[in-house]
């Protein structure tokens, strides 16, 4: 190689160890779980609960006012159409297929089944005196719908829509949620928890929480369910292998809606106090580690399969806000 070549490699080594590290390419990693407001949509409807489709590309919002279910375009960032339902449609919640969208009427005492392939009703179930929240079986075989009025549960057979028993629990049932085992109700007018047996729909237990309770979600792995104080302050961890409270979060006012990131590895909690945020709760040691602003009222949180982000329906608002995973260098 001629000499002038050899010194003309040798200046550029040097020069290239001399450029400052700010200088090389960092590649940008997603941040652990949804922590940046990336959208907000205009939901006039007031929506009270909300659920996400598996992969993400719609949200379905109940609006109880406005007697009709709203779909949320979560790419065009629009409301695209309004289902009619039965009357105060209050609650909702997304079959883990996500084929279909099931949905209580207080007033009416049904459960309205959306397909979303069309978004039409397909069936309306008779349940329950006033049901509330809903949820699914892991595999989705199931329905459960926390009545009110007369302080059952409703279960429906998913397969043919049929209600194949009716369970008595605590007073006044504002919430449900199901670990596959067990289903677990939130009573209102009580400071507890009922658990159902899942496979013969009998109570095994009832369990205090020291407060009333309002909503309540397990946690994927089934080890540890979560239930939220009646627009109060506080979140109860229950182990669920001997049913006692083993933690208890201070989350401040008006907690409502919760739903698990990462296989149960963060809680997203909607909070109206202060505007309206999304508390984010590290469930390795129950621990809020970051907080988000929403919409004004935010009162449920709904997040997609892969949970790239979670989406709130802010009441008061009459939104809904889109918080998801921002980039940041390594």
């Known amino acids: 190689m001629p000499a002038n070549m050899l010194k003309l490699l040798g200046l550029l080594a040097l020069l290239l160890g001399t ?25 006039p409807g007031s929506p009270s609960d909300i659920g996400v489709l598996p992969d993400g590309r719609y949200a379905y919002t109940a609006n109880a006012g406005s007697q009709y279910v709203a779909v949320v375009d979560l790419v065009s ?14 609650m909702l919640a997304v079959r883990p297929d996500g084929q279909y969208v099931y949905v209580t009427s207080e007033l009416d005492d049904d459960v309205s089944v959306i397909r979303t392939s069309g978004n ?5 179930i008779p349940v329950g005196a006033c049901p509330h929240r809903l949820c699914f079986s892991p595999d989705g075989s199931r329905c459960y719908t926390a009545n009110q009025n007369d302080s059952t549960i409703s279960v429906i057979q998913t397969s043919d829509n049929t209600v194949v028993a009716s ?28 658990k159902v047996r899942v496979a013969d729909n009998t109570v095994a237990g009832t369990i205090d929480l020291g407060f009333t309770a309002h909503r309540v979600r397990a946690r994927p792995d089934g080890r540890y369910v ?83 982000f979670v989406a709130t329906a802010d009441l008061d608002g009459q939104t809904v806000t889109v918080v998801s995973r921002s980039r940041h260098q390594q």
């Not at 605590?170 to 009580?190: F, I, K, M, Q, W």
């Not at 201070?250 to 809680?267: I, P, Q």
């Not at 709760?281 to 988000?292: A, G, L």
């Open 226 to 308: 979560y239930a939220s104080e009646y627009w109060g302050s506080r979140i109860a961890v229950v182990r669920t292998a001997d049913d006692s409270v083993v933690a208890t979060i201070e989350a401040g006012d008006e907690v409502t809606g919760m739903c698990f990131v990462n296989d149960g590895e963060y809680l997203f909690v909607a909070s109206a106090c202060d505007g309206g945020s999304v508390l984010i709760v590290r469930t390795s040691d129950n621990t809020i580690v970051d907080d988000v602003s929403t919409g004004a009222g935010p009162i449920a949180v709904a997040t997609p399969a892969d949970n790239s």
């Open 77 to 90: 960032l629009a409301v695209v159409q309004q289902v009619a339902c039965s009357r105060n449609p209050y």
């Open 120 to 124: 039409t009703v397909v069936k309306k």
């Open 167 to 194: 369970v008595r629990v605590g007073p006044t049932p504002r919430d449900v949620d199901c670990n596959g085992e067990y289903v677990y109700s939130a009573n209102l007018d009580a400071t507890t928890l009922t």
């Open 19 to 43: 450029l400052p590290a700010t200088a090389c390419h960092k590649p940008s990693v997603l941040s652990e779980y949804p922590d940046t407001v990336t959208a907000t949509v205009d939901d």
